[in-house]
């Protein structure tokens, strides 16, 4: 079992009720997937907001970065690295920067 | 002591807004769920602390929101919508084959009888069904599987599901509007469903007359009489007296009969009141001036309310959902506008003042009367 850290963005914070960074346990290989299945399960009404119910698929205006690197186009259960499995470095799932209306 | 409670959706957060019977000083909550368009809220009429809010981003998707205290406090419930079986295709704006794709929810409906159950219109249209107060979606998929649905092609603003009408004398008899394919009404609590669009005229599309295809922005029904249906639709104002089997147009001497809104007054079922907006390339009030137009003959004689609302430079719009009336004596009448405006008369519409101004843009305007 891995202890790994999470940071969430500003609105899903409030939707959580979760702080900016979230510690959770996740079993197995530490990926994005496996990472988003152990936040979803602590705080089920983030289901959907991240990435699509059906094809499990990224939202499109949400990256993912590690380590100063953007993992966003990564597989899904690729291994994440070492210093985010151990909880040295976080996952950021970040929003896209745009205006908007 | 009576009041209300207005209930507004708008671009940038939801907001409640209460009054007691005078409806002459109102206090303001909001926003709740700060920074996210509020399509929708609208409380359950059996249960008026019951309410439920369609909460969505372009970042994060859909949410749903739940409130058991009158808007006071609230709880997300589920946000599952998945289309039943193979979603198919519907027409693009350029009349190619487009997946069904979930977006948002538009409009929520609930049920006229049991505060857990209620009604959600979403794009790409469709029906869903919640009796479990919000937490599990069921779609009524015999809406889009019927035959007409690859012909259906999405308006402006998204192919949307925006109008949902319960008969209160038949509880299997439910209407729809879809912008833009048109109206629909099931006659058997939603397995099937029949277009119901004879007498719309769409000059805009290769067959005026078609079955399918109108894009209709708005109906409204008056519970006493619920086979008489009033439309906005793009352009024109119509009138069926058959339970949408047969349209004709009573836009009348309105100046422009192109506008999103229409509703009926709470006590006068041939009492309808519309917000004319200039064109469908001009989505402003004509000459600048914000007039809500009243019929008190069922459409054709129309007369401008203006009294209270900006007569110049005033260049907002008043979306779909954006009007609604109190039950009170006298009918209070009400709307938002895409300036951030909350509009109310408290004199069935002779004379208005503004509840708010500087709001985000409304999308929503729902009205509670409380006892």
Redesign the interface.
Known sequence: MSVIRVEL?Q??R??SGAGREVTLEVQGVVSIKSALDALEARYP?L????R???TLQR?A??RFFVCEEDWSHQPAEKPLPEAVASGKEPLLVI??I?G?? | MSGVRVLVGT?KGGFVLTSDGKRDKWEVSGPHF???EIYHMKGSPVDPDRIYASQS???????MQRSNDGGKTWE?VG??F?YEGDAGTHQWYDGTPHPWEFKRVWHLEPSLTDPDTVLAGVEDAALFKSTDGGQNWTELAGLRKHGTGPKWQPGAGGMCLHTVIQDPTDAQRIYIAISAAGAFRTDDGGQTWKPINKGLRSQYIPDPNAEVGHCVHHIAMHKSRPGTLFMQKHWDVMRSDDAGDNWTEVSGNLPTDFGFAIDVHAHEPETIYVAPIKSDQEHFPLDGALRVYRSKSGGHEWEPLTKGLPQKDCYVNVLRDAMAVDSLDKCGIYFGTTGGQVYASADAGDSWAPIVRDLPAVLSVEVQTLS
Do not use: E
């Open positions: 963005p609105h899903l409030t939707l009404t289901k959907g907001t991240i699509d119910y059906g939202r205006f949400l929003g896209a745009a908007g209306c | 671009r700060a920074g996210w981003s372009g970042w994060f998707g859909q949410v997300p946000n599952k998945a």
